[in-house]
């Protein structure tokens, strides 16, 4: 399972960034903590350069999608009993962890974009259509979903409404750099046919889970 989570995470190496981490193991970090009652592994994310507090805020959204799941969560056939209950009592936690993450990261992508910088909305695009492809490879069902999950966490930074219409703007917008707006329509187009890919694929995801998909 590492292995095709970690190739999705190539677009950011080849953003510049490296990428040591994979959403499937903060998956699992969570998980394991959990049963100790705490949920500190996404704590570490203070020290972490931009790729790998990408990472970081995937796995743990994914967490979150997977446990909000219930009954229906494949993560929840790999867990015993005890685990899993654990695991659910620190939802609460884990959502507020997450919400912290994908708002500290979308402030630091909109601070970028004021200063034409689009690396970030750009590589989350790139790492979302990495996760999606990866995700098209794979049968084992808590595997896909974890990318598919994670998938739907990065186009947050490509699409949360506040970045995607910075981008418009920057897009059209004569006094910007033609290269700064030419490369901005490029990351609009990128997110949103990602976007339709990203639905796609949910919607597929939920048939496998409701036991309706091939």
């Not at 970081?56 to 993560?75: E, I, N, R, Y």
Request: with cysteine.
């Amino acid at each position: 399972m590492i292995r095709s989570l970690r190739a999705a995470c190539v677009v950011l190496l080849l953003a510049g960034a490296a990428c040591a981490q994979s959403p499937e193991r903060i998956v699992r970090d969570v998980v394991l903590q959990a049963r100790e009652g705490r949920v500190d592994a996404l704590d570490a994310r203070d020290g972490l350069d931009t790729a790998g507090r990408l990472v970081m805020f995937a796995g743990a959204d994914s967490t979150v999608a997977l446990v909000a799941l219930d009954d229906k969560s494949p993560l929840k056939a790999h867990l015993p009993a005890a685990a899993w209950t654990a695991l659910v009592s620190q939802l609460p936690r884990l959502v507020d962890a997450s919400a912290k993450m994908r708002e500290a990261l979308v402030s630091e992508a909109l601070a970028g974009l004021e200063a034409y910088n689009l690396d970030l909305p750009r590589s989350a695009a790139l790492a979302c259509e990495g996760m999606l492809i990866a995700s098209g490879k794979v049968d084992e069902l808590l595997e896909k979903a974890t990318l598919v999950f994670s998938a739907r966490a990065m186009l947050v930074l490509a699409r949360d409404a506040r970045i995607a219409r910075k981008l418009v703007m920057l897009s059209i917008d004569p006094r910007v750099p033609a290269e700064v707006r030419k490369a901005a329509g490029l990351t609009v187009a990128i997110a949103a046919g990602v976007e339709v890919q990203e639905a796609i694929a949910e919607a597929h995801l939920k048939a496998l889970i409701d036991g309706n998909g091939r």
